[in-house]
């Protein structure tokens, strides 16, 4: 009877390393592929935007202007209470039916301690022109307000306008 001879590690380590090589090239070729043409220029641009968001992200609220008029000088009761005697005041004197109207801190958080939002919110009726009033009244209010949402409905003889909105105020 012969008996075969039984292979040793040895045999085996020229299919060892020639699987080792091929898993090293096709990792190495399918990296190679997996990287865009212009992948040098697109990343460091990239890196240029973070290093500037993280400049702007470290200077202080008192070193940064906004322009004349588009945000207000501290939060509070007094800006909201002028916010929701303006809007009143230009319902009224549009003959507009004012049904609601709030001001008050935004549930947001403040943004980045910079800005803090005052929510607002009202809902009128009454002409197409008196409704047009109002909006153009707005968009010339100072401290600028922001429309989030503007909902306008026709009813035969009337509009009504449901408009949500912020103002910024700097803390």
Known sequence: MSRKARPSGLD????????????????????ALSTPANFGPRLASVDQKADQVRRWTAVKASAI?????????GGGAKQEDLLRAHVANQAQAGKLTLSSLEVGPDKAAPLGQILIPLRLSFQVQGSYDAILGLMSELSSVRPLVFADTVDLVSHTTSVTLKFRGRVFCSA
Do not use: D, K
């Open 12 to 31: 085996y380590l020229p299919l060892a390393a020639i699987a080792a090589i091929s898993a090293v090239a096709t990792g190495l070729g399918l990296g």
């Open 65 to 73: 202007e906004f322009p004349q008029g588009a945000v207000c000088s």
